[in-house]
Structures are given as structure tokens and as C-alpha cells.
């Protein structure tokens, strides 16, 4: 099981990257959900190592692949259909490690 910090890090990301400038420069690739996990597994190694629901009207899960050695990494968000789509991936990830925040009560 992955430290808080670590998933909270990574959440921090994600909304980083989900801001308009990105959105304008890429093209997601989509398919169906069990498609899309199997090309990722395949092609690059990645599996699920974080997933969350969006907090908005339109349900939609998030989750972020990656592959052992954190080489490469794929958001995936899914909507209530199962459709799938990679808006974003990189290479060179790191899972960071929870550090309290200075004014936690």
C-alpha cells in the first residue's frame, strides 16, 4: 500500500496537468477501459498504482499507471461507459514519500 503523501503528491500532479495549456498540446488516445490497461501492461509495463473519482457532475475515475522502475507513467480517466482515455503520460515518475504538513493538527 502506497504512503498518503505519496498519493497526495501524485494528485497534486495530476490536477497540474490537467490545466488548459496541456489539454490544447495533446490528443488522448481512447478506447475501452480493459483495452486501454492491456496495451499499457503490454507496451510499456504499466499498471494501476493510484485511482480516485473526479469531484464533479460528470462521474469519472482517475487513475495514473506506471511501470516498476518509474521509466514511464499514463493518467487514465474513465468515464461511467468505460470509456477510457490517456490524456497525458510521461517518463521518468517518482512515488515521493509522505511528509507531514507543518500545520496538521
Known amino acids: 500500500m502506497r504512503p498518503v503523501g505519496a498519493i497526495f503528491s501524485t494528485v497534486l500532479v ?4 490537467f490545466s488548459p495549456a496541456q489539454a490544447e498540446q495533446q490528443t488522448p488516445t481512447c478506447a ?3 483495452k486501454l490497461a492491456e496495451v499499457l501492461a503490454k507496451r510499456h509495463g504499466e499498471i494501476p498504482v493510484w485511482r480516485g473519482l473526479v469531484n464533479s457532475n460528470i462521474p469519472q475515475m482517475v487513475e495514473i499507471f506506471a511501470n516498476k522502475d518509474g521509466s514511464t507513467w499514463t493518467v ?3 468515464d461511467v461507459t468505460g470509456r477510457a482515455c490517456a490524456p497525458v503520460n510521461g517518463f521518468d515518475g ?3 514519500d509522505w511528509i507531514e504538513p507543518a500545520n496538521a493538527a
Not at 495530476?14 to 496537468?17: D, K, N, P, R
Request: hydrophobic share 60%; charged share 15%.
Open 76 to 78: 487514465v480517466v474513465t
Open 32 to 34: 475501452p477501459h480493459d
Open 14 to 17: 495530476v490536477a497540474l496537468l
Open 94 to 96: 517518482e512515488m515521493l
